[in-house]
């Protein structure tokens, strides 16, 4: 709606956020894919990966037919977890990329340079009905998707404590392609989960900022001026939350970071290196 009526040239095919998004979505498949032959071939050349139960059967039992069900439950096990967590983020990044527009330099009234909307767009009118149609999106996607933030802050944040404790840990005892793996895990997952902070975060301080701009803009009548400001004080922040539980804002990342080294830490000193 929004760009059909405030765009007229805006091309969906051509702009940036949507190639971006074709970009994100093939790559999530073509990772899937080859993340399940990956990991049937790690499996399969180092079954004696620590978690696995391949780790704890003595090796006189560990036969053919014992490895190939210990492959294939692995195999379908990881691509499983791997396969929802990159659905549900690849769907919130998607939408996060097209709302973060709108909400840093549509909607904000001051130290913008460039629009991608028309001047109409600006009038107190259209900007309230605009503004609380996507704030109605924006709440009704969190209500869905807001329930999955606390499961994958979790996993990230075990999956990075995890893959540290076994390189700190078990480095001489694995193969040095499993410490390879595992490293990388750790990079990829907390670099990943700091770029959806970060988003997030400043998803949270430009809409604040975005509010805030409406005060001193000077609005076609005085009576519009009234209207926005009272409009304004029922607006509530756009962020990436589940309810008041769990909120993502511009210090989430760095207590994330932290956590992440006060976690690595406590685990050098539990095993005294």
Known sequence: MICDTYMPDHNPETAKTSKLRDLLLVSVISNLMGTSLLISLVFTIFPQVPVCFGNIIPTEHFTLSVRIVHTVYYTHMVTVIYANL??????????????????????????????????????????????????????????????????????????????????????????????????????????????????GGHVYAHSTVTRRSWKNWRWESRLDGVIIAKFRKSCKIFMVNYGNTYVIKRRSILQFMKGLTRGTFRVLLTIKK
């Open 86 to 199: 990159s659905a549900n983020a690849a769907i919130i990044i998607i939408y996060m990329t097209q709302m973060i527009p709108f909400v840093v330099n549509e909607f904000r009234l001051d130290g913008v340079k460039r629009y991608r909307t028309v001047a109409k767009f600006r009038t107190a009118h259209n900007l309230m009905v605009e503004y609380r149609s996507v704030q109605i999106l924006h709440l009704a996607f969190m209500e869905i998707f807001g329930h999955i933030l606390v499961p994958l802050h979790f996993v990230f944040m075990k999956l990075v404590f995890y893959c540290n404790f076994v390189v700190i840990r078990h480095r001489d005892e694995i193969h040095p392609a499993v410490v390879a793996m595992m490293l990388l895990w750790s990079i990829f997952g907390s670099l990943f989960w700091s770029i959806f902070l970060s988003l």
